[in-house]
């Protein structure tokens, strides 16, 4: 089984308390920028070197203020907070089946035996009209799922009953409406060496035993293994539900006065937040203002229209946590980590986390799941089936 990050997304999951009320609103400096200032940034196109950009590039974060320094903060009695859920569902035997059936269906073994229909073959092509190769028609090492109907029709059938190392003449004609005119409605050859065939195995005690997505050693195992995993998971997204909403009506409700030097850190975290996220696919401050095509002042204040949002939830977060004494102790990156190990089934420890993640960011996720646990300890819940029309809706997706 693909193994998940799920710490990964708990924490992503502990700061959409934060995006999720940003994204509510389109600023208007936003709709200015998107609809009048397009051509005044991109006639003087950003580089590294460019001032402007150095100077955030080399931007730093100041330090988070102490809960005394961040403002004034009103909680809401969270006893008023009232949440609808739906009930947490069962495991079913058809979602473990569809777990195991994936499981297979991504480790395919190498076989001896002549290519059929579900095997999926490696193989190199070549494709002529005429005598005459095409554009397009030539490709090395490509898999090919056999009856899966990626090739045009008949392509894949010839080759039911190949063997590695064979080479097949197939005849094929492309359909009329084929998307390229050149080649619709036109018979082709091509040369296909067969190079592999692979094929699902057969689930067996063996094959649990020797599959490295798991640490059980018969069927049965495997089985309860997977449904543990999975009723995990459905707990989480059960809790996460109630948290979510939660935190939100509590937001509305709380009275909120921000100082000067905590907003002025939450711009900044926010901004440098941004500018990281776009590091880690390859860009720069100035790829992506360029490709924004904002001014660096309008993109750097589209991103502060958010800080004061973040700043209010995580004023909420770590006032909650300050009265509460919630703190990163070893027994809390403890039961982070168990519980990580619960929804991946991948043992881990708080060590093997902090070498992963880094540490400030397991303590954040460990302190704000801690206190996510606290609000919905005090809050009411309220299980409900969703109407019949949602439901549909739901299945159909």
Partial sequence: ????????????????VFAAACGKKGTDSEKNSAEGTTEAASSSTLTEDSPEIKELENMTVPEEPKV????????????????????????????????????????????EDAAKKGDTVNIDYSGSIDGVKFDGGTAEKQDLKLGSGQFIPGFEDQLIGAKAGET?????????????ADLAGKAAEFEVKVNEVKREPELSDEWVKNYDGTTAETIESYRDQIREQLQNRKEFNYHSEIQDQAIQQISEKT??????????????????AQLSQYKQYGMGAADVINMSGKTVEQFKE?????????????????????????????ELLDELAKAESSLTGEETNRIKL??????????EAAIRNKVMDYIESQIKITEEEPPIETQMDTGKN
């Fill in 68 to 111: 005394s320094e961040m403002g004034k903060i009103t909680l809401p009695d969270f006893k008023t907070i009232s949440v609808t859920v739906a009930p947490m569902e069962n495991v079913t035997q058809e979602e473990v089946d569809a777990v195991i059936q994936q499981a297979l269906a991504e480790s395919p073994e190498v076989v």
């Fill in 168 to 180: 097949v003449t197939v005849k094929v004609t492309f359909p009329e409406q084929y998307g390229n």
């Fill in 354 to 363: 902090i070498e992963q993640y880094g540490k400030e960011l397991v303590e």
């Fill in 255 to 272: 009275e909120v006065e921000l100082s000067k030097n905590f907003l002025d850190y939450a711009k900044a975290y926010i901004l440098n």
């Fill in 302 to 330: 589209d991103a502060y229209a958010n800080a004061e949002t973040y700043a209010k939830q995580l004023f909420i977060m770590r006032k909650i946590a300050d009265e509460q004494n919630i703190r990163a102790t070893d």
């Fill in 1 to 16: 089984m693909r193994k998940k990050k799920i710490l990964a997304v708990a924490a992503i999951l502990a700061m959409a």
